[in-house]
């Protein structure tokens, strides 16, 4: 009887390190002190989560794992297979965005395969232009995330230019650790170029436009009105890119926790925030920046930020610490939209991702009917160019 009772044991072990494949798996009860906040303990029908309490570390009540799923490709190009070396195999397929997959707190070292909506059944930019092609694949440290940056509504021009997909790959950290010190973006020559993106696929720029005009350099393109209904425009190259999230169906982000990830590897979430782990207390977050300039030229000049006690009122990164112990922004309507500085270390980035964004052409492979749509309100807000060269993050 016992060594039944053993191969019993072993089973379930299994079963169980197949669920939570990067989480300790304990005999762990609520209330009882554990190792390391975000850590798994319990069971898969009773999962336990490690959560500071005050100055120490408890379990408590996680969320029950999701039913699995059957799993529905992203897009409709295969994912390449990985190297030998991998310690985990690419994802070529991902479930459909579902109720557990898309809310709450993400998991501390996810594959987060599930955070990436189906756009399969998207209207895309339009009649004549690519649909958004997305593949996702994780190692152990590493997720690696590819797109052609392309929108999955209908294309609006903002700007001069043109939409046209491109080749990004981003790779960010899986576990992503708070920096000794966090990284400007601003200042008097904020940083241009791809901070992040987005879980549609779409890159994602700092809340400044370039040095032009001289009048007004380094603006701020909401608010001076460059952006879609969805934040974002088309910029040199025909690339596009976000400077502001908005939670809407639209957009297809209206049923996503995670909108987005910055490069230093850490989420993006809605301005909707968890007030506890298991995410059945909630709040709505807002910046802690105060308009005190015009945001129209040198936006961060235009704005102050102070500290608040308020469990609410977002950091200077426009982040705060989620109640599992992990870190996370926050997309809100006000300045800085997404991020306001990083907290942790940015993954250095190759390839087209990580080109800076090249200077403004003279639009000759752009119909005429786009160029005189932007024309006044671009020559009123940005002057004879809009964009710059730019030097891409270090």
């Known amino acids: 009887m016992f060594k039944s009772f053993k191969i019993i044991a072993v089973i379930v072990a299994s079963v169980l390190a197949i669920i939570v494949p990067?989480?300790?798996?304990?005999?762990?009860?609520?209330g009882g002190k554990c190792a390391r906040a975000g850590i798994m303990g319990g069971s898969a029908t009773k999962p336990l989560i490690c959560t500071k309490v005050g100055k120490k570390l408890k379990w408590r009540k996680a969320p029950a794992l999701p039913a699995p799923?059957?799993?529905?490709?992203?897009?409709?190009?295969?994912?390449?297979?990985?190297?030998?070396?991998?310690?985990?195999?690419?994802?070529?397929?991902?479930p459909a965005a579902t109720t557990s997959g898309a809310s709450g707190l993400r998991t501390i070292g996810e594959c987060p395969t599930a955070r990436f909506p189906n756009l399969s059944g998207s209207v895309g930019a339009g009649s004549g232009y690519a649909k958004p092609s997305i593949s996702v694949s994780c190692t152990d440290s590493v997720v690696t995330v590819s797109s052609n940056n392309m929108i999955s509504y209908?294309?609006?021009?903002?700007?001069?230019?043109?939409?046209?997909?491109?080749?990004?790959?981003?790779?960010?950290a899986?576990?992503?650790?708070?920096?000794?010190?966090?990284?400007?973006?601003?200042?008097?020559?904020?940083?241009m170029g791809t901070l992040g993106f987005t879980t549609t696929g779409l890159a994602i720029f700092g809340p400044t436009e370039g040095p032009y005009p001289a009048a007004a350099p380094y603006g701020d393109p909401n608010y001076n009105g460059l952006l879609d209904t969805c934040g974002g425009h088309a910029g040199p190259g025909d690339a596009f890119h976000n400077h502001v999230l908005?939670?809407?169906?639209?957009?297809?982000?209206?049923?996503?926790?995670?909108?987005?990830?910055?490069?230093?590897?850490?989420?993006?979430?809605g301005p909707t925030a968890c007030l506890n782990v298991a995410c059945t207390s909630t709040g709505t977050v807002r910046s802690g920046y105060t308009k005190i300039g015009n945001p129209?030229?040198?936006?961060?000049?235009?704005?102050?930020?102070?500290?608040?006690?308020?469990?609410?009122?977002?950091?200077?990164?426009n982040g705060r610490n989620q109640p599992d112990g992990s870190y996370g922004y926050h997309a809100v309507t006000s300045f800085p939209y997404i991020l306001g500085c990083l907290k942790g270390t940015?993954?250095?980035?190759?390839?087209?991702?990580?080109?800076?964004?090249?200077a403004m052409t003279n639009n000759a492979g752009q119909s005429s009917d786009v160029r005189a749509s932007s024309a006044s309100t671009l020559l009123s807000n940005e002057g004879l160019s809009v964009y710059c060269v730019v030097n891409s993050l270090n």
């Open 154 to 172: 209908t294309f609006v021009a903002k700007t001069p230019h043109a939409l046209a997909a491109q080749s990004y790959t981003w790779k960010i």
């Open 296 to 317: 129209a030229s040198n936006v961060w000049s235009a704005y102050s930020y102070t500290a608040s006690s308020d469990a609410l009122v977002l950091d200077a990164c």
């Open 69 to 94: 799923t059957s799993p529905v490709s992203i897009t409709a190009t295969t994912v390449a297979a990985v190297a030998p070396t991998t310690t985990v195999a690419t994802v070529a397929t991902v």
């Open 246 to 269: 908005y939670q809407i169906a639209a957009c297809n982000l209206s049923s996503l926790a995670v909108l987005g990830y910055a490069i230093d590897g850490f989420p993006i979430y």
């Open 174 to 191: 899986r576990n992503p650790a708070v920096a000794a010190s966090p990284t400007s973006i601003g200042g008097t020559t904020p940083t």
């Open 22 to 30: 990067t989480q300790q798996v304990s005999a762990a009860s609520v």
């Open 346 to 358: 940015a993954t250095v980035q190759s390839g087209a991702a990580a080109a800076p964004m090249p």
